[in-house]
C-alpha cells in the first residue's frame, strides 16, 4: 500500500521520530513521509511510534492508498525532498 504519514510531536521527540520513519518511508518535508510499505512494516512502524510520542500530546496520522498511481500530488513552491527518481 502507499502511504503518507504525518506526525505533530514536542521538540523533544521530533528527531527520534524523523530517524524512526526514516527507516520504514521516504522524508519529504517536515514532519512528512510517503511511501510504498507493508501492513505488516506499517503495524511495525506504528508500534515503534507509539512508544516515542506521548499520545496525550503528540499525534500521528497515516493516510492510505492502495497504490500510489491512485494520489495525485500537487507541489507548490520549492519541493524539499523529491521522490520521483524512486523506482
Known sequence: MYVIL??????????KMLKLCR???HW???SVFEGEISEVKLMELLGKASR??????DSVIVFKS???KWLDKQIIGKEKNST????
Not at 504525518?6 to 528527531?15: K, L, S
Open 66 to 68: 492502495r497504490d500510489q
Open 6 to 15: 504525518v506526525y505533530d510531536c514536542a521538540e523533544q521527540r521530533v528527531g
Open 28 to 30: 519529504i518535508q517536515n
Open 23 to 25: 527507516q520504514y518511508l
Open 52 to 57: 516515542i510520542i506521548d499520545t496525550d500530546k
Open 84 to 87: 520521483d527518481n524512486l523506482l
